[in-house]
């Protein structure tokens, strides 16, 4: 499996950014996707997961930041909204799946005050 993540940059503060990550390759049934995030000198922290019926947020970005998915892409998604400069981190997208888990190669996201 492999992930491809896109739709990083620099934005102002209060700004918005969409990214997107696109599994490919032989997945068998996903379960959970997720994005992470890990800012500098910081522990990696989940900012949002999806999985068939239930989304999940940090509550850091609550109302700010919305998960979705496009089963038949596999591709999961992440519309960041109102940014502020503490989102500044690469985002990880992770996949799991019943005989996978995997990870993206990170995408940066740094936003300016």
């Known amino acids: 499996v492999q992930l491809v993540e896109s739709g990083g940059g620099l934005v102002q503060a209060g700004g918005s950014l969409r990214l997107s990550c696109a599994a490919s390759g032989s997945i068998y049934r996903i379960t959970a996707m997720t994005w992470y995030r890990q800012a500098p000198g910081k522990q990696r922290e989940l900012v949002a997961s999806?999985?068939?019926?239930?989304?999940n947020y940090a509550d850091s970005v609550k109302g700010r930041f919305t998960i979705s998915r496009d089963n038949a892409k596999n591709t999961v998604y992440l519309q960041m909204n109102s940014l502020k400069p503490e989102d500044t981190a690469v985002y990880y997208c992770n996949v799991r799946a019943y005989f996978d888990n995997a990870w993206g190669q990170g995408t940066q996201v740094t936003v300016s005050s």
């Open positions: 999806v999985t068939s019926s239930l989304t």
